[in-house]
């Protein structure tokens, strides 16, 4: 069934089925569009919104950053992040493939419409001409009619009568038989009118205008295909970040489960822990008789020297008690403005940053002198000398870190000292002290013995200009052993590599590995696996977070 046979009447219905058709095709790019508008908004509100809730610290600086509450929590928003983008993502993909191609395909449609209405309506035009010529020669003809039977009339008239004249008789049968002849040829003028007008009629109703329809009826069923296209294109976009909005939220499922409450009791411990000692017993004082009182040494301080301390309710509330208002410390370069423990923390990550920036100073040296000397083999690549301001450049920085290394060695070594005469104090302290375990420092007799010893190594070896820092640091260098190296990030194997060669290690796609030293500028980089085993891979092969 088809427009031009069974409708063929219904020209007006088929005119308003048409344009309802292109106008829903317009709504729904409006709606399209709007949506994709929606979609915008909601993407911008939540990328604020992270970038409100993101710490505003770097991680590194960031006490904070070291709890695993903060790390799901920046995780769960980087997660939203990622989410955000892939709602621009439908935005974008609903505006390109469905307002766009929409809109544009929505004016071919109504052009070619208009040229099909077009068509029609000069079909039209034509019959009617054609209609207007027919009636006219029926009219012609019956006028010729009227006048050819009148002369006839008017001729057997004067036939009749004995009074006209002969010559008036001859000249009314001449009319007569003029208008007869007239008659007669406006007959046979409509006769064709009237055929070939019949003939365009035909044509009209049953070729032309069932042909116009016919294509309007395919212009309509292919704009509702289209139409429906774009119907499944609304879902579509959003099946296509259904699996990355999946990892997303199962990104934050992680992260929900990282959370470790023990953990973060650690490291709030590892964070703040002072390294003082507990204050001890409060000395009786007796002031029923005159004696010189010494001063206690029950404060939250450093050991006290040879000068008195102030006394007062005051003072002893500000050492003692651990909730009392702490005053405002002046920060300085060897962190002596923080508890011992933390003090020694600190050094130590300050020494590590200063030799791993040593370290690369050296590599770069290296480097340096490795292009110099192919420039001085093949002097078409380079000129030496204009390697000469680096080189110099970087011994200058090795020589300046070498001298920071130097000095926060001796800053730690002091921390270090400060850090074992507290437990010293503590453990001599206790009257009735719990059983120390295994990896406890030795007790005050050891400590005596030891310390004895070393002032037999130190007479022997020249004084240095740190006093006593250097044997105390190597007395306790046992209680202190460098633990194995921590990672310094973590990466993720894009691609899987197998390790065949000595010092390399295998690794499978998308494994998780420990970063445990950056690249170095040779192209690999040396990572640590979690079932156990370093070795180096290629720095192309991953992708890298530092901590």
């Known amino acids: 069934m088809d427009w031009g046979t069974e409708l063929w009447d219904q020209f007006e219905v ?38 409100k809730y993101l710490p505003k610290r770097p991680a590194k600086d960031d006490p904070e950053s070291k709890f695993s509450q903060q790390q799901s929590f920046v995780q769960i928003l980087q997660e939203v992040n990622d989410f955000a983008g892939q709602r621009e993502l439908v935005a974008e993909n609903l505006s390109v493939r469905v307002c766009l191609e929409l809109a544009k395909y929505s004016q071919e449609m109504k052009q070619e419409r208009k040229m099909h209405f077009q068509e029609g309506r000069r079909a039209q ?3 009617e001409s054609g209609f207007k010529q027919l009636e006219n020669s029926k009219r012609k003809f019956e006028r010729d009619c009227r ?21 008036d008789v001859e000249k009314a049968k001449q009319q007569a038989h003029l208008r007869s002849h007239m008659a007669e040829e406006s007959k046979n003028e409509y006769a064709a ?10 044509h009209f109703y049953f070729s032309q205008m069932p042909q116009i329809f016919d294509k309007l009826q395919d212009m309509d069923e292919r704009r509702a295909t289209h139409l429906g296209a774009g119907y499944g294109l609304l879902s579509e976009a959003e099946l296509q970040v259904v ?56 404060s939250l301080g450093t050991p006290s020297d040879s000068r008195p301390e102030l006394r007062g309710p005051a003072r002893s509330r500000a050492k003692r008690w651990p909730f009392g208002k702490k005053n405002k410390t002046v920060v300085t370069e060897d962190f002596s403005h923080l508890p011992p423990e933390q003090q020694r923390k600190r050094l130590q990550q300050q020494l590590e940053d200063r030799n791993r920036e ?21 002097p078409q690549m380079g000129d030496p000398a204009s390697l000469e301001p680096r080189i110099t450049e970087t011994l200058n920085n090795i020589e300046r870190l070498k001298l920071e290394v130097q000095k926060y060695e001796a800053w730690l070594a002091e921390a270090e000292s400060r850090v074992l005469s507290n437990r010293g104090d503590s453990l001599s302290r206790h009257t009735r002290p719990p059983d120390p375990p295994a990896s406890a420092p030795p007790d005050s007799s050891s400590s005596s013995n030891s310390g004895s010893q070393d002032n037999k190594e130190s007479s022997e ?50 494994e998780d590995l420990s970063l445990m030293e950056e690249d170095k500028g040779d192209g690999w980089t040396r990572v ?3 079932q156990g085993g370093e070795g180096y891979v290629p720095t192309s092969y991953l992708r890298v977070t530092l901590n």
């Open 358 to 378: 040593l370290q690369k100073e050296v590599d770069q040296r290296e480097a340096l002198k490795k292009m110099k000397d192919v420039y001085e083999k093949t």
């Open 528 to 530: 640590r696996r979690k």
């Open 461 to 510: 070896e020249p004084p240095s200009e740190e006093g006593q820092d250097t044997p105390i640091y190597t007395e306790f260098d046992e209680d202190f052993e460098e633990e194995p190296a921590s990672p310094i990030g973590h990466c993720v194997a894009i691609y899987h590599f197998e390790g065949s060669s000595e010092g390399t290690i295998s690794m499978a796609e998308g």
């Open 147 to 167: 006048e050819a039977e009148k002369a006839a009339q008017t001729a057997e008239r004067l036939d009749q009568d004995i009074n006209a004249t002969k010559a």
């Open 125 to 127: 035009q034509q019959l």
């Open 243 to 298: 699996p990355i909005i999946a990892k997303c939220l199962e990104g934050m499922k992680v992260a929900a489960a990282a959370v470790d409450a023990k953990n973060d009791s650690q490291v709030l411990i590892e964070l703040h822990k002072s390294g003082f000692a507990r204050p001890g017993d409060v000395e009786f004082e007796d002031f029923s008789q005159p004696m010189n009182r010494a001063p206690s040494d029950s």
């Open 193 to 202: 009118q009237l055929q070939r007008f019949n003939r365009d009629q035909a």
């Open 14 to 51: 088929i005119e308003r089925h048409t344009q309802w058709g292109l106008d829903l095709l317009d709504r729904y790019v409006k709606f399209v569009k709007e949506r994709t508008e929606v979609e915008q908004a909601y993407a911008k509100q939540l990328r604020s919104l992270v970038k």
